[in-house]
């Protein structure tokens, strides 16, 4: 049990904005949105997070709509290099006790040149 | 370490025989996870340690499978009497400390079972 559902696949064009939409309908006032990503032979790697706030690094943008059932990650510029499994996961910041992660199959994302 | 390292990264073994996987976390993160992914599937958690807290065993797939973690610090994770379904990528993730909550992922061990 995921905790969140994302589309299996996406395809996008090199440099248009590529747009990971992640639904977490019962989330919790204290549980942030992770997003990583997975290259293919790689571990996951750590995107970007947020609360409540739309949230930018040098990586992507998240943006979190009011309600907090959902959200979308935003890369504004896709590369080839942006192929890759993103997983969208929910998680209490500080949490001290017995917490399964659970990442689900994630978005396969493909950016064709 | 300035990352999390495991070992070895690649094992081939034999049905039946016991295999460990060494997750070494990064210095001072008090939770550390054990994924396993197989061929072109998500990560399926198996077990999670935070601290001196007794672990979350919840996700290993049978009692074939094991984890201890000595010290608060490396893991080792054992599957004794492996099985071809077995074979997978056993992934290792450790966080903690101040600040958020981001999970740092070793690059792996691929187990082979023939």
């Known amino acids: 049990d995921a905790k969140t559902t994302q589309p299996t696949s996406m395809d996008c064009a090199e440099g248009r904005a590529a747009n990971l939409p992640c639904n977490h309908s019962?989330?919790?006032?204290?549980?942030?949105v992770y997003w990583y990503r997975q290259i293919h032979s790689q571990g996951p790697q750590y995107i970007i997070h947020?609360?409540?706030n739309n949230e930018t690094n040098e990586m992507a943008s998240l943006i979190i709509t009011e309600d907090r059932k959902s959200s979308t990650l935003i890369l504004p510029h896709a590369t080839l290099r942006d192929t890759a499994v993103y997983y969208c996961?929910?998680?209490?910041?500080?949490?001290?006790?017995?917490?399964?992660?659970?990442f689900g199959k994630g978005t396969s994302l493909l950016v064709t040149p | 370490g300035a990352g999390v390292s495991q070992s070895p990264s690649n094992k081939v073994t034999e049905k039946g025989k016991d295999v460990e996987l060494r997750c070494d976390p990064i210095?001072?993160?008090?939770?550390l996870y054990w994924y396993r992914q197989s061929l072109g599937q998500g990560l399926e958690f198996l077990i999670y340690?935070?601290?001196?807290?007794?672990?979350?065993k919840s996700g290993l797939p049978s009692d074939r499978f094991s984890a201890e973690r000595t010290g608060g610090s490396v893991s080792t994770l054992t599957i004794q009497r492996t099985q071809q379904e077995d074979s997978a990528v056993y992934l290792c993730?450790?966080?903690?400390?101040?600040?958020?909550?981001?999970?740092?992922f070793g690059a792996g061990s691929r187990l082979t079972v023939l």
């Open positions: 996961i929910v998680l209490q910041r500080n949490s001290n006790s017995g917490y399964a992660l659970n």
């Open positions: 019962t989330i919790s006032g204290n549980e942030y």
């Open positions: 947020g609360l409540k």
């Open positions: 210095s001072g993160h008090t939770a």
């Open positions: 340690f935070q601290g001196n807290s007794a672990p979350d």
């Open positions: 993730a450790s966080m903690g400390g101040a600040g958020a909550n981001v999970l740092t």
